[in-house]
Protein backbone atom coordinates (compact mmCIF):
# COMPACT_ATOMS: atom_id res chain seq x y z
CA UNK A 1 0.00 0.00 0.00
CA UNK A 2 1.21 3.72 -1.27
CA UNK A 3 0.60 5.80 2.10
CA UNK A 4 2.28 8.99 0.62
CA UNK A 5 4.93 11.21 -1.17
CA UNK A 6 7.92 12.38 0.91
CA UNK A 7 8.27 16.03 -0.38
CA UNK A 8 10.55 19.02 0.73
CA UNK A 9 7.90 20.33 2.27
CA UNK A 10 7.64 17.44 4.77
CA UNK A 11 11.43 17.73 5.36
CA UNK A 12 11.14 20.97 6.14
CA UNK A 13 8.98 20.50 9.08
CA UNK A 14 11.43 17.56 10.62
CA UNK A 15 14.80 18.90 10.27
CA UNK A 16 15.83 20.54 13.54
CA UNK A 17 16.64 23.90 13.52
CA UNK A 18 19.96 25.22 15.03
CA UNK A 19 20.14 27.15 18.87
CA UNK A 20 22.64 29.96 18.88
CA UNK A 21 24.38 28.53 21.32
CA UNK A 22 24.54 24.91 20.02
CA UNK A 23 27.88 23.23 19.90
CA UNK A 24 29.21 20.25 17.83
CA UNK A 25 28.38 17.52 20.91
CA UNK A 26 24.84 18.69 20.52
CA UNK A 27 24.74 18.00 16.70
CA UNK A 28 25.41 14.26 16.48
CA UNK A 29 28.35 11.73 17.33
CA UNK A 30 28.09 8.86 14.97
CA UNK A 31 29.98 6.29 13.93
CA UNK A 32 30.62 4.94 10.38
CA UNK A 33 31.95 1.49 10.02
CA UNK A 34 33.08 1.29 6.44
CA UNK A 35 35.51 1.57 3.86
CA UNK A 36 38.36 -1.70 3.13
CA UNK A 37 41.40 -1.90 0.94
CA UNK A 38 40.16 -0.73 -2.26
CA UNK A 39 37.27 0.79 -1.14
CA UNK A 40 38.31 3.55 1.10
CA UNK A 41 35.93 5.75 -1.38
CA UNK A 42 32.70 4.54 0.28
CA UNK A 43 34.12 5.50 3.57
CA UNK A 44 35.36 8.72 2.46
CA UNK A 45 32.06 9.72 0.42
CA UNK A 46 29.81 8.29 3.89
CA UNK A 47 31.94 10.56 6.20
CA UNK A 48 31.55 13.92 4.14
CA UNK A 49 27.71 13.29 3.31
CA UNK A 50 27.38 13.00 7.11
CA UNK A 51 29.48 15.99 7.83
CA UNK A 52 27.72 17.74 4.83
CA UNK A 53 24.58 17.07 6.54
CA UNK A 54 24.88 18.30 9.82
CA UNK A 55 26.55 15.44 11.91
CA UNK A 56 28.74 17.53 14.54
CA UNK A 57 31.47 14.55 15.69
CA UNK A 58 31.99 11.75 12.68
CA UNK A 59 33.78 8.60 13.33
CA UNK A 60 34.85 6.36 10.94
CA UNK A 61 36.14 2.65 11.67
CA UNK A 62 39.08 1.68 8.97
CA UNK A 63 41.79 -0.84 9.04
CA UNK A 64 44.42 1.10 10.28
CA UNK A 65 46.00 0.61 6.85
CA UNK A 66 43.74 3.33 5.54
CA UNK A 67 43.90 5.79 8.27
CA UNK A 68 45.89 7.92 5.68
CA UNK A 69 43.42 7.88 3.12
CA UNK A 70 40.44 8.18 5.46
CA UNK A 71 42.14 11.55 7.47
CA UNK A 72 43.16 13.12 3.85
CA UNK A 73 39.50 12.29 2.30
CA UNK A 74 37.41 13.51 5.37
CA UNK A 75 40.20 15.45 7.87
CA UNK A 76 37.17 16.06 9.94
CA UNK A 77 36.46 13.00 10.91
CA UNK A 78 38.31 10.88 13.22
CA UNK A 79 39.66 7.28 12.77
CA UNK A 80 38.72 4.19 15.11
CA UNK A 81 41.04 1.24 14.25
CA UNK A 82 38.66 -2.17 13.23
CA UNK A 83 41.32 -4.60 14.17
CA UNK A 84 39.66 -4.69 17.67
CA UNK A 85 36.64 -2.89 18.01
CA UNK A 86 35.17 -2.95 21.17
CA UNK A 87 33.73 0.01 21.29
CA UNK A 88 30.81 1.66 24.20
CA UNK A 89 28.20 1.56 21.18
CA UNK A 90 25.89 4.15 23.30
CA UNK A 91 28.12 6.89 23.05
CA UNK A 92 26.97 7.16 19.57
CA UNK A 93 23.86 8.61 18.67
CA UNK A 94 23.49 6.88 15.53
CA UNK A 95 26.24 3.78 14.25
CA UNK A 96 26.02 2.69 10.58
CA UNK A 97 27.50 -0.42 9.35
CA UNK A 98 28.37 -0.79 5.70
CA UNK A 99 29.70 1.00 3.07
CA UNK A 100 32.60 -0.51 1.35
CA UNK A 101 33.48 -2.62 4.75
CA UNK A 102 34.40 -5.60 2.43
CA UNK A 103 33.28 -9.24 2.65
CA UNK A 104 35.40 -10.42 6.44
CA UNK A 105 33.56 -12.94 7.69
CA UNK A 106 33.59 -11.39 11.40
CA UNK A 107 31.47 -8.68 10.35
CA UNK A 108 28.71 -10.94 10.80
CA UNK A 109 29.62 -11.40 13.99
CA UNK A 110 30.08 -7.55 14.86
CA UNK A 111 26.60 -6.72 13.10
CA UNK A 112 24.96 -9.01 15.54
CA UNK A 113 26.80 -7.39 18.90
CA UNK A 114 25.94 -3.98 18.12
CA UNK A 115 22.11 -4.94 17.07
CA UNK A 116 21.66 -7.18 20.39
CA UNK A 117 23.46 -4.07 22.56
CA UNK A 118 23.01 -0.96 21.07
CA UNK A 119 20.08 1.06 22.30
CA UNK A 120 20.57 4.35 19.26
CA UNK A 121 19.67 3.95 15.41
CA UNK A 122 21.89 1.56 13.35
CA UNK A 123 21.69 2.08 9.46
CA UNK A 124 22.48 -0.96 7.47
CA UNK A 125 23.50 -0.70 4.07
CA UNK A 126 26.03 -2.26 1.21
CA UNK A 127 28.26 -5.33 3.04
CA UNK A 128 26.38 -4.56 5.98
CA UNK A 129 23.27 -6.05 4.72
CA UNK A 130 25.64 -8.58 2.48
CA UNK A 131 27.01 -9.63 5.76
CA UNK A 132 23.47 -10.37 7.10
CA UNK A 133 22.41 -12.71 4.28
CA UNK A 134 25.26 -14.75 4.25
CA UNK A 135 24.77 -14.69 7.90
CA UNK A 136 21.28 -15.62 8.50
CA UNK A 137 21.27 -12.96 10.79
CA UNK A 138 17.19 -11.71 9.58
CA UNK A 139 16.18 -13.27 12.87
CA UNK A 140 19.01 -11.22 14.62
CA UNK A 141 17.90 -8.33 12.99
CA UNK A 142 13.89 -8.59 14.18
CA UNK A 143 15.10 -9.09 17.65
CA UNK A 144 17.53 -6.21 17.37
CA UNK A 145 17.37 -3.56 20.83
CA UNK A 146 18.23 -0.85 18.38
CA UNK A 147 16.43 0.94 16.00
CA UNK A 148 17.37 -0.18 13.10
CA UNK A 149 17.68 1.48 9.08
CA UNK A 150 18.27 -0.97 6.09
CA UNK A 151 19.17 0.44 2.58
CA UNK A 152 19.00 -2.03 -0.08
CA UNK A 153 19.32 -1.12 -3.44
CA UNK A 154 17.67 -4.04 -5.53
CA UNK A 155 20.40 -6.49 -5.78
CA UNK A 156 21.01 -6.34 -1.90
CA UNK A 157 17.10 -6.79 -1.23
CA UNK A 158 17.40 -10.14 -3.21
CA UNK A 159 20.09 -11.44 -0.77
CA UNK A 160 18.42 -10.45 1.87
CA UNK A 161 15.21 -12.49 0.96
CA UNK A 162 17.23 -15.35 -0.53
CA UNK A 163 15.82 -14.72 -4.70
CA UNK A 164 17.59 -14.50 -7.86
CA UNK A 165 18.40 -10.45 -8.86
CA UNK A 166 15.79 -10.90 -11.98
CA UNK A 167 12.88 -12.76 -9.43
CA UNK A 168 13.32 -9.82 -7.11
CA UNK A 169 12.94 -7.66 -10.07
CA UNK A 170 9.71 -8.88 -11.18
CA UNK A 171 7.78 -7.81 -7.60
CA UNK A 172 5.86 -4.73 -7.26
CA UNK A 173 8.89 -2.57 -5.47
CA UNK A 174 5.99 -1.71 -2.82
CA UNK A 175 5.16 -5.29 -1.83
CA UNK A 176 8.96 -5.99 -1.94
CA UNK A 177 9.87 -3.40 0.58
CA UNK A 178 6.94 -4.59 2.68
CA UNK A 179 8.34 -8.47 2.41
CA UNK A 180 12.16 -6.96 3.46
CA UNK A 181 9.89 -5.25 6.27
CA UNK A 182 8.35 -8.34 7.40
CA UNK A 183 12.06 -10.12 7.33
CA UNK A 184 13.91 -7.99 9.19
CA UNK A 185 11.37 -5.34 11.66
CA UNK A 186 13.27 -2.56 10.12
CA UNK A 187 12.28 0.49 8.20
CA UNK A 188 13.19 -0.47 4.95
CA UNK A 189 14.75 2.23 2.13
CA UNK A 190 14.20 0.35 -1.40
CA UNK A 191 16.80 2.67 -3.17
CA UNK A 192 15.67 3.23 -6.50
CA UNK A 193 14.29 5.70 -9.14
CA UNK A 194 11.38 6.41 -6.91
CA UNK A 195 13.16 5.41 -3.49
CA UNK A 196 10.64 3.54 -1.22
CA UNK A 197 10.26 3.81 2.63
CA UNK A 198 8.24 1.42 4.57
CA UNK A 199 7.96 0.87 7.98
CA UNK A 200 7.17 -2.04 10.27
CA UNK A 201 3.70 0.24 10.97
CA UNK A 202 2.50 -0.96 7.93
CA UNK A 203 3.58 2.32 6.44
CA UNK A 204 4.65 3.33 3.11
CA UNK A 205 6.37 6.12 1.11
CA UNK A 206 7.50 7.33 -2.36
CA UNK A 207 10.40 9.68 -2.64
CA UNK A 208 9.74 12.51 -5.30
CA UNK A 209 13.38 13.93 -5.43
CA UNK A 210 16.45 12.38 -7.80
CA UNK A 211 17.04 11.80 -11.35
CA UNK A 212 19.30 8.78 -13.61
CA UNK A 213 21.86 11.30 -12.83
CA UNK A 214 22.82 9.54 -9.44
CA UNK A 215 22.93 6.30 -11.56
CA UNK A 216 26.73 6.44 -10.29
CA UNK A 217 28.99 4.85 -7.93
CA UNK A 218 28.89 5.99 -4.58
CA UNK A 219 26.09 7.63 -4.62
CA UNK A 220 24.48 4.76 -2.41
CA UNK A 221 27.35 5.64 0.21
CA UNK A 222 26.34 9.43 0.13
CA UNK A 223 22.86 8.40 1.04
CA UNK A 224 24.13 5.88 4.63
CA UNK A 225 25.81 8.63 5.45
CA UNK A 226 22.85 11.23 5.26
CA UNK A 227 20.30 9.08 6.89
CA UNK A 228 22.95 8.26 10.01
CA UNK A 229 23.55 11.94 10.31
CA UNK A 230 20.01 12.84 10.77
CA UNK A 231 19.33 9.96 12.96
CA UNK A 232 22.62 11.30 15.22
CA UNK A 233 20.85 14.76 15.24
CA UNK A 234 17.68 13.36 17.18
CA UNK A 235 15.23 12.87 13.67
CA UNK A 236 13.03 10.04 14.94
CA UNK A 237 13.91 6.71 12.44
CA UNK A 238 11.24 7.24 9.82
CA UNK A 239 11.75 11.02 9.58
CA UNK A 240 15.89 10.31 9.06
CA UNK A 241 14.59 7.61 6.58
CA UNK A 242 12.31 9.79 4.94
CA UNK A 243 14.16 13.00 4.76
CA UNK A 244 17.37 11.08 4.27
CA UNK A 245 16.33 10.12 0.80
CA UNK A 246 14.31 13.54 0.07
CA UNK A 247 17.71 15.66 1.01
CA UNK A 248 20.10 13.26 -1.56
CA UNK A 249 17.39 13.27 -4.19
CA UNK A 250 17.32 17.44 -3.84
CA UNK A 251 21.27 17.33 -3.88
CA UNK A 252 20.91 14.98 -7.04
CA UNK A 253 18.81 17.41 -8.93
CA UNK A 254 20.98 20.53 -7.69
CA UNK A 255 23.82 18.74 -8.60
CA UNK A 256 22.46 17.38 -12.42
CA UNK A 257 21.33 21.34 -13.04
CA UNK A 258 24.98 22.62 -12.58
CA UNK A 259 26.96 19.71 -14.00
CA UNK A 260 24.22 17.24 -16.22
CA UNK A 261 23.29 13.90 -15.53
CA UNK A 262 26.58 12.76 -17.06
CA UNK A 263 29.12 14.18 -15.01
CA UNK A 264 26.94 14.40 -11.78
CA UNK A 265 30.10 12.40 -9.33
CA UNK A 266 29.00 10.70 -5.83
CA UNK A 267 31.55 13.59 -4.39
CA UNK A 268 29.47 16.27 -5.79
CA UNK A 269 26.79 14.94 -4.24
CA UNK A 270 28.57 15.20 -1.16
CA UNK A 271 29.20 19.29 -1.35
CA UNK A 272 24.88 19.66 -3.27
CA UNK A 273 23.72 17.82 0.17
CA UNK A 274 24.75 20.70 1.47
CA UNK A 275 22.92 23.11 -0.69
CA UNK A 276 20.04 20.97 -0.43
CA UNK A 277 19.85 21.46 3.15
CA UNK A 278 20.24 25.28 2.98
CA UNK A 279 17.47 25.55 0.34
CA UNK A 280 15.17 23.24 2.32
CA UNK A 281 15.90 25.38 5.64
CA UNK A 282 14.86 28.16 3.05
CA UNK A 283 11.60 26.18 2.82
N1 LIG B 1 34.35 4.05 -4.18
C1 LIG B 1 34.00 3.01 -3.45
O1 LIG B 1 34.71 2.59 -2.54
C2 LIG B 1 32.70 2.35 -3.73
C3 LIG B 1 32.37 1.22 -3.02
N2 LIG B 1 31.19 0.61 -3.18
C4 LIG B 1 30.96 -0.59 -2.36
O2 LIG B 1 31.08 -1.71 -3.17
C5 LIG B 1 30.44 -2.81 -2.53
C6 LIG B 1 29.61 -3.55 -3.56
O3 LIG B 1 28.44 -2.78 -3.83
P1 LIG B 1 27.74 -2.76 -5.26
O4 LIG B 1 26.39 -2.18 -5.05
O5 LIG B 1 28.61 -2.11 -6.27
O6 LIG B 1 27.66 -4.28 -5.69
P2 LIG B 1 26.44 -5.29 -5.60
O7 LIG B 1 26.93 -6.58 -6.18
O8 LIG B 1 25.83 -5.32 -4.26
O9 LIG B 1 25.35 -4.65 -6.54
C7 LIG B 1 25.52 -4.53 -7.92
C8 LIG B 1 24.50 -5.42 -8.59
O10 LIG B 1 23.22 -5.27 -7.98
C9 LIG B 1 22.22 -5.16 -8.92
N3 LIG B 1 21.56 -3.84 -8.80
C10 LIG B 1 21.94 -2.82 -8.03
N4 LIG B 1 21.04 -1.80 -8.10
C11 LIG B 1 20.10 -2.22 -8.95
C12 LIG B 1 18.93 -1.64 -9.44
N5 LIG B 1 18.51 -0.42 -9.04
N6 LIG B 1 18.19 -2.34 -10.31
C13 LIG B 1 18.58 -3.56 -10.69
N7 LIG B 1 19.68 -4.18 -10.25
C14 LIG B 1 20.44 -3.51 -9.39
C15 LIG B 1 22.87 -5.37 -10.25
O11 LIG B 1 22.78 -6.75 -10.54
C16 LIG B 1 24.32 -5.00 -10.03
O12 LIG B 1 25.21 -5.70 -10.84
C17 LIG B 1 29.64 -2.22 -1.38
O13 LIG B 1 30.33 -2.36 -0.17
C18 LIG B 1 29.59 -0.75 -1.73
O14 LIG B 1 29.41 0.08 -0.61
C19 LIG B 1 30.14 1.12 -4.05
O15 LIG B 1 29.31 1.88 -3.23
C20 LIG B 1 30.70 1.95 -5.18
C21 LIG B 1 31.76 2.94 -4.73
N1 LIG C 1 17.61 6.39 -11.92
C1 LIG C 1 17.68 6.88 -10.68
N2 LIG C 1 16.84 7.85 -10.25
C2 LIG C 1 16.93 8.32 -9.00
N3 LIG C 1 17.81 7.87 -8.07
C3 LIG C 1 18.65 6.91 -8.44
C4 LIG C 1 18.64 6.37 -9.75
N4 LIG C 1 19.61 5.41 -9.81
C5 LIG C 1 20.19 5.37 -8.60
N5 LIG C 1 19.63 6.27 -7.78
C6 LIG C 1 19.96 6.47 -6.37
O1 LIG C 1 21.37 6.38 -6.20
C7 LIG C 1 21.69 5.60 -5.05
C8 LIG C 1 22.45 4.34 -5.50
O2 LIG C 1 22.78 3.58 -4.38
P1 LIG C 1 23.60 2.24 -4.51
O3 LIG C 1 23.00 1.37 -5.54
O4 LIG C 1 23.77 1.71 -3.14
O5 LIG C 1 25.01 2.77 -5.08
P2 LIG C 1 26.50 2.62 -4.51
O6 LIG C 1 26.56 1.32 -3.78
O7 LIG C 1 27.37 2.65 -5.74
O8 LIG C 1 26.78 3.77 -3.61
C9 LIG C 1 20.36 5.27 -4.38
O9 LIG C 1 20.06 6.23 -3.40
C10 LIG C 1 19.37 5.35 -5.54
O10 LIG C 1 18.06 5.66 -5.12
MG1 LIG D 1 25.38 0.77 -2.22
Given at each position: MK???????????????RDRSIHKGDCGRILLIAGSLGMAGAAVLCGRAALRSGAGLVQIAVPEELFPI???????????????????????????VGPGLGEDAEHGELIRRIAREYE?????????????????LQEDLRK????????????EAARL????????????RQELARLLVEKTNAIV?????????????????????GNPGMATAGSGDVLTGIITSLSGQGLLPVDAAKAGVCL??????????????YGLTAGDLTVMTALAMKKILLG
Open positions: DGLITLEYVNTVIKRLQMGVPEATCVSRKSLNLDWQRYDAIAGTLVLDADGLNQAARNHARCSLIISPHIGLDMEVGQAGAWDVLKGAETIVATPEGTSYTNTTHGLAGDLGADRLGE
